[in-house]
């Protein structure tokens, strides 16, 4: 299989630490798992047109910007980063329906 098949195959924010063999603590991921692999995507996405093509050097890659993504939550938490957009929102947002509006 080629390094691009396994990554497919790799479903949770556990299967990717454990693939690229990296100690983790499974409370932290358990918290911020998705957060971790929005992180890990965002990270690779930057990194795009760097990215080396001979596979032994793209694992490392992969495996460093890995473990950065799961250490921003290990000293940080999921309010904090705002990865995902409902949390860089910001205040809550109002929104006005008049009256007459509404149907039933």
Known sequence: MSFEEEMEELESAED???????????????????????????????????MPENEPAKRAVYSKLLMRAY????????????????????EPQTAFVPLGDIKT
Do not use: C, P
Request: glycine share 4%; charged share 20%.
């Open 71 to 90: 250490q921003d939550f290990v000293e940080s938490d999921a309010q904090t980063e705002k990865v995902f957009k409902v949390f860089a929102m910001g």
């Open 16 to 50: 990717f630490l454990q693939y690229f063999q990296l100690e983790y603590v499974q409370s932290v991921v358990h918290v911020n798992r998705l957060h971790i692999l929005q992180r890990f995507h965002d990270y690779l996405q930057k990194a795009g047109n760097e």
